[in-house]
């Protein structure tokens, strides 16, 4: 393991079970972004597990300024509210866990094998199905509050993925040949949570890790990792416990990358 990757330690665990059964659910037809409907929700009191769910967004984003698109009704547009008592640096923590929670998602109720692309994306056959994005709120020294949204392609045909994606992006239908039932998406994906954060309150790092290696796409393949100042290559070997990306570099060193600094190409 590198030096800067930590070691297990309990501080980090959030403080008590977020369940989502059970919590609010607000539905709207169209928002500016679940993920700012969520974080005003968020700064007026609303509870930990609130999810905010809408038909489409008129500006849906991604990591770094980026842009998430779906036709109304076509995908699974969703936010949820966590106030988790964890130190910033295990905050993409939450992302994994997310992501491993839509594979097995999409798994159970597609049957269609979906794999995480470090740090943040689905894919299936190589396409981009969804988007995970987590935003968090501190105050001085403490987290307020992380809302992790995602958008999920369900219904979209190949015409209706933005014109930059028909090649890189699909959704379940395509997959599938067939329509798929937003519901029973949203049910799964929330006793998927419930059930996977519960493990992973109980056992830490090595759940998560487990559970990611076993639906990830990234390590064990090459990458290039591109940064603000230029681009390197290596190989994806492992994640860390602030949810880092190491990587075997040429020179043979191991190094951690986060996902706030760079983004990645599976080469
Ligand atoms: P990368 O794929 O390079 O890792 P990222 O993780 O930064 O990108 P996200 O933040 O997850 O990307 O999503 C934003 C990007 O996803 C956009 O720049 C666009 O290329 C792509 N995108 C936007 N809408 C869709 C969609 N409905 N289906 C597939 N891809 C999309």
């Known amino acids: 393991m590198p030096k800067n990757v930590h070691s297990h330690d309990e501080t980090w665990l959030p403080h008590k079970h977020v369940n989502l059964l059970g919590k609010e659910l607000h539905i709207y ?3 500016s972004s679940t993920n700012s409907i969520a974080k005003q929700m968020a700064k007026s009191g609303a509870r930990e597990g609130t999810i905010v769910i809408s038909g489409t967004q008129s500006a849906g984003r991604g990591r770094m300024q980026r842009k998430w698109f779906c036709p109304p009704g076509k995908g699974l547009l969703l936010s949820m509210l966590l106030r988790p008592k964890i ?3 295990f905050i993409p923590q939450l992302t994994l866990l997310t992501a491993v929670v839509v594979a097995e998602t999409i798994k159970k109720v597609t049957g ?4 995480i692309k470090w740090p943040n994306d689905i894919y299936i056959n190589n396409k981009k199905v969804c988007g995970i994005l987590a935003e968090t709120s501190f105050s001085r020294t403490n987290v307020e509050h992380v809302i992790i949204g995602l958008g999920l392609n369900v219904n979209l045909n190949t015409d209706q993925l933005p014109p930059d994606c028909k090649d890189t992006g699909t959704s379940l239908s395509i997959e599938l040949g067939q329509r798929v039932s937003r519901i029973s998406l949203l049910k799964q994906f929330i006793t ?4 996977h954060l519960q493990s992973f309150m109980k056992e830490g790092h090595p759940y998560l890790r487990s559970k990611w290696l076993e639906n990830n796409v990234t390590i064990g393949k090459k990458v290039s990792i591109n940064k603000r ?3 390197l290559d290596g190989l ?12 075997r570099l040429s020179d043979g060193s191991l190094q951690e990358f986060l996902a706030e600094d760079v983004s990645l190409r599976n080469n």
């Open 29 to 31: 037809r169209e928002v």
């Open 87 to 89: 130190s910033v640096q």
């Open 112 to 115: 269609c094998t979906a794999g």
């Open 192 to 195: 998927s949570w419930d059930e």
């Open 229 to 231: 100042d230029g681009s």
């Open 236 to 247: 994806a070997v492992d994640v860390s416990e602030k949810g880092g990306l190491i990587v």
